[in-house]
């Protein structure tokens, strides 16, 4: 449905996109967007079933820790593009002064950046256990993950200033340097100790290199500079997406599946206690 509103710049146009109901059309309307949804949907609910077959002989509390927060990513995800697809966390924003699209009403998915918000934690809560690492730093990974995601969804929020959206993209990677820090320095030692090295730094590679993607992707797509298209973005998060969550979370619950053992086995960094049931 279209809306008329009535604008005192006479800048903006009369006629804005703005219901759900627009956002839907919009997206289905276009197959390349449509499809980078679509395809997440259905990776989704395939990795929800193969996830729950592969971890249903898993046992000691540890390991069913890991298979509880790896399922839950697939979960999440689901719902999110269900969310993006149907425009109920999507929908078009006026960009500010100085933004490559200023004054025109671009499509935002904003909801990608909140889902963010539930998903990547568990990814990272998957990964410390696996690298047997502690309380304090397990809750910083996920802290800081959490404030990188919700201040990315300030950056992609903001319109009032151009300035203050890359203020808070700024922002948002110095969270994510610290949850690199950890990834890359405190948890490869926990790792080593716990005797998960092997597959610890092979999910690890796999993490920090697609992540790095998306801050790269955002500066360059409609949210940032605009020099890719929405639907370009789009399939561009929606293929990181696939390799960072499905294929990871995949190698991990093989791994955690066939060395039950091992996980359940392993000892907290700082204390040297089992924690299997703590
Ligand atoms: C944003 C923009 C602001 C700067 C930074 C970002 C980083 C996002 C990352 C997202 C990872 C998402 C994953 C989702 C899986 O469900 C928010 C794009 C640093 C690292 C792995």
Known sequence: MLDVVPTTTGVLP??????????????????LLASSLWVNIALAGFAILLFVYMGRNIESTRAQLVWVATLLVPLVSL????????????GFLEMPAGHALANEQVFSPWGRYLTWTFSTPMILVALGLLAGTDRAKLATAVTMDIGMCVTGLAAALTTS?????????VISCAFFVAVLYVLLVEWPADATAAGTADIFNTLKLLTVVLWLGYPILWALGSEGFALLDVAITSWGYSGLDILAKYVFAFLLLRWVAANEGTVADTTTASTGAAPADD
């Open 79 to 90: 719902s999110s593009y269900l969310a993006l697809t149907s425009g109920l966390t999507a």
């Open 161 to 169: 200033s151009y300035l203050l959206r890359w203020a808070f993209y």
């Open 14 to 31: 009369d006629i804005v996109l703005q219901t759900q109901a627009d956002a839907f059309e919009f997206i289905n309307g276009d197959p």
